[in-house]
């Protein structure tokens, strides 16, 4: 006893944790150590037997002030108090298990059943599309292993001419029930089988090709469908390409990750396009028409006269469709820059120098001011460097 680990520190919860707290961490803690998770892994079980027996304490009030008093003492029957022997076979376990499977297999259904027929886990896997092809959607050959039912067996894993037979450890249920005597009297754990691995069958003499599994490694070539306006991160899911089912449950599916490589001309947020265009001082300047590179191919748009730079125009319906419908599409910003010129033939430099001449008065008269708005009384820098 004088190892036993707190029970608030088992579950991982403070010593004022609220019922509901400690049930949520209960489910938490039990979902990751639950023996079903872990075939044979003999530390798991443990851990798994001692989240149990901290929420069994912990869940009801009386002996979780019995315990917050007394420590363990106050049910080893050392206690002072006349703690001692609590009797905890009445606690439905059960109940608390249904909870976790209905959280795995997602559904209510299956939870009056553990032992019916379970979809098999989701396999994922990674593919790499460019920028364009998850604007636009596109169509990609993946390559993966698939476990395909063995023919030589018909999936029972039985050399030929032999047959599976059911499971006499757990009379062909795949789940054994253990009743265990613990400090809280016998406590109920429901485990897979571990003769048959959870099918409910035995194979006494396994099929070669497949090693008494049922199942052989299979390449699998397909053609993937990748929807426009996918995004990196996102998954397309290929039905019944995961896992087998067991107990005659569906295969999980195959979910196939894209990872979107990068674009020179092209940011994408969302659904949005954004992309920097440069234009000369004097389309700025006058106006005139300029060339923009879009999703879309290149479209002509024209600058109006005294354009500044990083002005930002909006080219609707020319962003990323939604990957949902495709009919509807993001924007396409575009930030206009205004490129300096750094290399002038002496004919432009002598242009300029005419240029500054003509216009220079009204530039002068704006040279050194800033668009933040001043305070007159403190001057230009907000009075900073006003003399005191
Ligand atoms: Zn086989
Ligand atoms: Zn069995």
């Known amino acids: 006893m004088a190892d036993k680990r707190d029970y608030y520190e088992v579950l991982g919860v403070s010593k004022d944790a609220s019922a509901a707290d400690i049930k949520k961490a209960f489910r938490v803690q039990a979902k990751k150590y639950h023996p079903d998770m872990h ?5 798991c079980e443990e851990k798994f037997k001692e989240i149990q027996e901290a929420y069994a304490v912990l869940s009801d009030d009386d002996k979780r002030r019995q315990y917050d ?14 703690a001692g022997g609590f009797d905890f076979s009445g606690m439905d376990m059960g109940d608390i298990f249904g909870d976790i499977f209905g959280d795995f297999f997602g559904g209510g259904s299956r939870r009056a059943n553990s032992n019916g027929p379970r979809q098999g886990a989701n396999v994922r896997m990674t593919i790499r599309i460019s920028f364009e092809e998850a604007v636009f959607g596109c169509v990609k050959g993946i390559d993966f ?9 018909g999936g029972s894993g039985a050399k030929k ?14 789940k054994v029930v253990y009743s265990q005597q613990s400090l809280f009297g016998m406590v109920q754990n429901v485990q897979t089988c571990p003769d048959c691995n959870g099918t409910g069958k035995v194979v006494k003499e396994k099929c070669p090709d497949c090693h008494g599994t049922g199942y052989v490694a299979k390449r699998v070539h397909k053609e993937v469908e990748i929807p426009a306006g996918i995004d990196n991160g996102q998954s397309v899911r290929v039905r019944g390409y995961g896992e087998p089912g067991t107990n005659g449950g569906p295969r999980g ?12 001309e092209f940011e994408r947020q969302e659904m949005n396009i954004f992309s920097n265009v440069y234009i000369s001082y004097a389309i700025a300047a006058i106006g005139g028409d300029i060339r923009i590179k879009t999703v879309d191919g290149d479209i002509i748009y024209t600058v109006s006269s005294g354009t500044q730079t990083g002005t930002r125009i909006r080219l609707k319906g020319k962003g990323v469709p939604s990957v949902r419908n495709k009919n509807i599409r993001g924007d396409h910003y575009v930030t206009l820059i205004v490129k300096t010129p750094t290399k002038l033939s002496k004919d432009a430099e002598a242009a300029l120098r005419e240029f500054d001449r003509l216009t220079g008065d009204s530039l002068n008269a704006e040279s050194g001011s800033t668009d933040a708005p001043r305070d007159k009384k403190k001057g230009p ?5 006003d003399k005191k």
């Open 69 to 82: 008093q007394f420590g363990h003492a106050a049910f080893d029957g050392s206690a002072g108090a006349g």
């Open 381 to 385: 820098f907000g009075g900073i460097f």
């Open 39 to 43: 075939p044979g892994d003999k530390e």
């Open 253 to 264: 599916d195959l979910l196939v990750e894209v990872v979107v490589g990068r674009s020179n």
């Open 145 to 153: 292993t698939y476990k395909q039912e063995c023919a030589t067996c």
């Open 161 to 174: 001419g032999t047959q599976a037979t059911t499971c006499s450890r757990c009379g062909g249920k795949g």
